[in-house]
């Protein structure tokens, strides 16, 4: 069979043809696996889905770095009694959605930005995924060093607050790294400062009085990032 | 029409890379040609609706591409392989062209088979399995062109798609566009003028932004008879002629 | 191809010139410094070094050491800069990877390993320069606001060299980790490895984690630069580790096989070696070290002169007819001081053991951070009150409140530092007849017997509450305080002259412990 040609050209074995193909097209295409299957029918996108599961923090090696990162925390808390995991479990978070969408880590970034399924799902759905892992894992982890439960769960909205910082960032400024280091120098200036006030560390995850800036700043982040994945309106 | 272009504009700070463009196409091969920095990669991108336009007036396909809705229906329809193609180097050649048929929104049940054909017609059968970082750079570029054709698009925007590939397999390609064209809008962006002179039945040549000729290809070998311009063929001395005459109208103008 | 006739004369090779080689080195690293992208994260670490380390360090008082306490003994400038400089520092290491350009740079005439030296100095000189430029400018801040004593250069050294160990390893991390991911993954790393140096450790006054460079034990307090000098021995184990690491962490890249020639890869891996070895004598040394007067000792790296105060001519005035004398540094001080203790040196005057003369010594230095466990004493024949006044809370800023504290806050601590030394009390609360004694010559003094629990709470001499276990061998526990309140009215509501009298009867044995609640008047 010669390269190059139509299945519409005239002088060739059209049966022969089709019936390769039709091997071809069971042979090569892969299988979607359970999530990204569970995905399409949730997403009703196949598309989706499959952006959804290369998102490149989700991908094996970066879930497998921020396991060990949580557990080294987790054994760390263990041995000293810091609850080290509520204090990294927004800064991993955040550095994990700067990275789930972007031209600075999408090698396909220019392709990606001429198809059908919008960019801005991708990524509002690759951001929720990569939310939702960390979280898991961060509560996860929380539960096995044995910290309180106001600890264990009170990280949840700090987090949200630096992912918002670091995507708002990184969509801003097309730069997955610059998203890492916005999300995550407001998260030490939060900590750091806490500490500073009361002496405790885990402030930043405990006060009261910062439950509404970090809803405020979690909106404010999302409104940015509404904002610069904006699809500009055509001239006409 | 598939592509009507009424005075279109880019603008990059200063620098205006595209200058007023006007330009209507229907179904056939239009090749786009002229030197680095003529503006041709800028136009490609607003037509595949990567970059908006800074001013001007475009319908692709019938459709504007300002709204959300019509945008949609043009990148469903539309297959694009840009200058710079990025890829995933984990990925087989069969799964890159899966993926991105897939954000084509085309019918899960139909992906396969148009995966199949695709890698086929580019003559990577063999290799559809291969994993990206394992295949040449010419391999490559015909696995881009594979994901652009996937979707059998109705409008088909080729930059530089023959960078890499050997005599042969342009040889090859150039078979390809004709019989993309008898059904689809094809535009290449080249440097190669014998590519454009074999495959393209309509060619404009830009330089700085603008179109400075626009006709067939005999029409550009017309202009370079008679003149001393530079070139080794007859098409590359009517490129050669239809640059100098452009830009001395330039220079007079300033 | 066939062979070429070899009769032709070999052509002799021009030597490269010598000076050729260093321009080159040069040009090269100029390239990479022009190219680098430390630059861009320095206004985000600037952001940061004036909310963390000069916010915070400006509700201290004007003095070096308590000054930069936070920002430079607690490490807090290198938790500023050290992540961000790791991850750029990845970033610039994982360039040959990301690029695809490994093949390009291990073809080329100059080695591997010395192209990726070239890389990680430009990274390091921007970052340990802009370490240096921005201590600079919040020294340079704190001048102008006036300060008194010296400042802690061995501590902006261990600074300057940690900065460059996060750059190092940083580097390391991405070029031997060439992905997208090594950036964040080195600065959440160290953002890890920061909070576990800051927590481990934290009250030793020996072993190992004194090493640690984030570490508040033992790097200075307030005596550092004034009585004592600051004492340079856990500074420089610091930077052995930290240059150690520096070295190993670059070496480590001088070992693949693309790196060079067996002789430079020799080399790389003597630079290793060294680097380890160095870390680890650093990490032995600390473990020998102890607590001396002027701060942590580590007796390999120790110059005994160092022990000796630094001689000083103080600076006098009086107070109720008695000379009350301040360390040089301290004189912005000296009016406050014989306002504070004016009141109570008259209330005191005439009586058996009462100071002739006021003195301010060093107080105990103190591992724990925050510790206010250093009385006053009064010794000597004639009696001197000797006045540790680097463990009050200095009037104006201080501390880590919002609001400043006021003169009367400060003369409240001193008075009842002063009275607790005369009655004898010793390091504790003292017994019940004790407190009881000392709340009436407060109460008498013009501290009221309302507002002494907190000011005895702030110095940490409070009783404690009732029911609580005993203060500690040798004083009665205060189970319950209205008796012994009730006892300091009925002596305070005594008239002065019976008061001075019963007291001068009495003083001794109150000091001795042997008196009680019930032979109070």
Request: hydrophobic share 50%.
């Amino acid at each position: 069979m010669s390269e190059w040609a139509g299945p519409g050209d005239p002088g060739r074995e059209v049966d022969l043809d089709r019936v390769w193909l039709n091997v071809a097209a069971g042979v090569w295409c892969r299988q979607p696996r359970g999530p990204e299957r569970l995905a399409g029918q949730v997403l009703r996108s196949p598309g989706l889905a499959r952006a959804l599961v290369t998102t490149p923090s989700l991908l094996l090696g970066w879930i497998i770095a921020t396991v060990v990162v949580l557990l080294t925390g987790a054994v760390a808390t263990l041995g000293t009694g810091t609850p080290y995991v509520p204090l990294l479990a927004p800064a991993v978070a955040a550095a994990g959605i700067a990275y789930a969408y972007g031209p600075g880590i999408d090698p396909a970034w220019e392709l990606s930005q001429s198809m059908a399924v919008s960019d801005r799902m991708v990524l509002l759905v690759r951001a929720l995924a990569v939310f939702a892992l960390n979280a898991l894992l961060g509560l996860a982890a929380s539960a096995a060093s044995g910290i309180a439960a106001a600890l264990t769960f009170g990280w949840l909205l700090p987090m949200t607050a630096a992912c918002a910082v670091a995507l708002a960032a990184a969509t801003l400024t097309r730069s997955a790294n610059i998203g890492v280091g916005a999300g995550l120098a407001a998260w030490i200036i939060v900590v750091l400062a806490g500490r500073a006030a009361t002496g405790q560390f885990t402030a930043a995850i405990t006060a009261p009085a910062l439950v509404l800036p970090y809803l405020i700043t979690a909106l404010c982040g999302g409104a940015i990032v509404l904002f610069a994945t904006r699809i500009p309106r055509g001239t006409s | 029409m598939n592509v009507e272009l009424t005075d279109l504009t880019r603008r990059f700070g200063r620098t205006q890379a595209v200058a007023g463009v006007s330009l209507t196409g229907g179904p056939g091969v239009f090749g786009l040609l002229g030197p680095n920095g003529a503006g041709k990669t800028s136009l490609l991108r607003m037509m595949a609706t990567v970059l908006p336009p800074t001013s001007g007036r475009m319908r692709l396909l019938g459709r504007d591409p300002g709204g959300y809705g019509p945008r949609r229906e043009i990148r469903r329809r539309l297959g694009y392989l840009p200058q710079n193609l990025g890829y995933y180097p984990g990925f087989t050649v069969a799964e890159f062209v899966e993926y991105f048929a897939l954000l084509k929104d085309m019918p899960a049940s139909q992906v396969p088979r148009a995966v199949a054909t695709a890698v086929e017609r580019v003559g990577l059968g063999d290799r559809a399995r291969a994993k990206l970082r394992t295949l040449s750079g010419g391999m490559l570029r015909r696995a881009g062109i594979a994901q652009a054709i996937v979707n059998e698009p109705e409008l088909l925007l080729l930059d530089e798609p023959t960078a890499g590939l050997d005599p042969e397999q342009r040889l090859e390609f150039r078979a390809l566009l004709r019989n993309m064209g008898q059904r689809a809008t094809v535009i290449v962006s080249t440097h190669l003028v014998e590519d454009v002179g074999a495959a393209c039945t309509e060619v404009a040549l830009m330089d700085m932004g603008k179109i400075v000729f626009h006709g067939t290809p005999a029409d550009l070998i017309a202009r370079g008879e008679g003149t001393s311009a530079a070139g080794d063929a007859p098409l590359e001395r009517g490129y050669s002629a239809v640059l100098a005459a452009a830009r001395s109208a330039v220079a007079a103008r300033a | 191809m066939t062979a070429a006739a070899t009769t032709a004369p070999a052509q002799p090779r021009t030597p490269r010139a010598a000076s050729a080689v260093p321009v080159t080195a040069a040009r090269l690293l100029w390239v990479e410094l022009r190219h680098n992208a430390v630059p861009f994260i320095l206004p985000l670490i600037a952001a940061l070094l004036w909310f963390d380390s000069y916010r915070p360090s400006m509700t201290q008082p004007p003095v070096w050491a308590l000054r930069t306490f936070w920002n430079m003994g607690q490490g807090h400038t290198i938790i500023d800069f050290g992540p961000f400089v790791a991850g750029v520092a990845a970033w610039m290491g994982s360039r040959e990877g990301r690029r695809g350009i490994t093949d390009l740079i291990t073809a080329a005439a100059r080695p591997r390993w010395i192209t990726q030296l070239a890389t990680w100095a430009a990274t390091a000189i921007w970052a340990v320069g802009a370490y240096l430029v921005f201590v600079g400018v919040m020294f340079g801040a704190y001048i102008a606001q006036g300060m008194l004593g010296p400042a802690p250069w061995w501590w902006v050294a261990v600074g300057a060299v940690a900065v460059a160990a996060f750059s190092a390893a940083g580097f390391a991390v991405g070029a031997l980790y060439p992905s997208r991911f090594a950036a964040p993954l080195a600065a959440i790393g160290s953002v890890l490895v920061l909070m576990m140096s800051s927590q481990t450790g934290f009250r030793d006054t020996s072993g190992w984690a004194l090493i640690l460079p984030t570490n508040s034990n033992g790097n200075y307090q307030a005596p550092s630069g004034i009585f004592y000098p600051y004492l340079p021995d856990l500074p420089i184990a610091r930077m052995m580790l930290l240059a150690g690491i520096t070295l190993a962490a670059v070496g480590l890249l001088g070992l693949p096989s693309r790196a060079g020639s067996r002789g430079l890869r020799r080399t790389a891996a003597v630079v290793t070696l060294a680097g380890v070895a160095m870390a680890g004598t650093a990490i032995g040394l600390t473990t020998t070290a102890r607590l001396g007067p002027g701060g942590i000792v580590i007796p390999a790296l120790h110059d005994a002169a160092n022990d000796h105060q630094i001689p000083a001519t103080p600076v006098c005035g009086h107070t109720a007819g008695i000379p009350v004398c301040l360390n040089p540094v301290y004189r912005p001080y000296l009016a406050e001081v014989s306002a504070a203790l004016h009141p109570v040196l008259a209330e005191l005057a005439g009586l058996p053991g009462a100071p002739a003369r006021v003195v301010q010594v060093a107080g105990p230095y103190n591992s724990t951070e925050g510790a206010f466990d250093a009385p006053m004493a009064i010794s000597g024949h004639p009696p001197v009150l000797r006045v540790p006044l680097d463990t009050v809370l200095l009037p104006g800023t201080s501390g880590f409140t919002s609001a400043p504290v006021p003169f009367a806050d400060f003369a409240g601590q001193l008075q009842a530092l002063a009275v607790h030394a005369f009655v004898g009390a010793g390091a504790g609360p003292g017994t019940l007849a004790q407190q009881a004694v000392q709340a009436a010559l407060l109460q008498g003094a013009g501290l009221p017997f309302a507002a002494q629990p907190k000011v005895l709470s702030i110095i940490g001499v409070a009783p404690p509450p009732p029911g609580a276990p005993a203060a500690g061998a040798g004083h009665e526990a205060g189970k319950v305080s209205k008796p012994v309140y009730a006892a300091a009215q009925r002596l305070a509501a005594r008239p002065a002259a019976a008061r001075r009298a019963w007291l001068t009867a009495h003083l001794a044995a109150l000091r001795s412990g042997q008196l009680t609640l019930a032979q109070l008047p």
